[in-house]
């Protein structure tokens, strides 16, 4: 039998796994992680134009502590 939970950040229904995300905000995630290596410091609102990804997604990662945001650039959370 398989345990479903709501996703954390997009509200879908998933099969839990060990993560807190569905495979979709995974992707998400991973994607925003790679940019914000490459460059660190990116303002939020540049990082969502080029992204297509929307601040308040961002900002819910932020808020769940994936990322650090200071003055409007976030930050990996090390």
């Known amino acids: 039998m398989v345990n479903y939970r709501i ?3 997009c509200g879908n ?3 839990k796994r060990t993560n807190q ?4 905000c995974e992707k998400v995630y991973l994607k925003l992680r790679s940019i914000v290596e490459v460059y660190p410091d ?3 609102l540049d990082l969502s134009n080029q992204t297509g990804i929307s601040v308040s997604r961002i900002l ?3 808020r769940s502590g994936y990322f650090i945001m200071k ?3 976030i930050e990996i959370h090390k």
């Open 7 to 9: 996703c954390d950040f």
């Open 13 to 15: 229904l998933y099969a």
């Open 21 to 24: 995300m569905c495979e979709n």
């Open 42 to 44: 990116t303002i939020v």
């Open 60 to 62: 819910s990662f932020v």
């Open 71 to 73: 003055e409007g650039t």
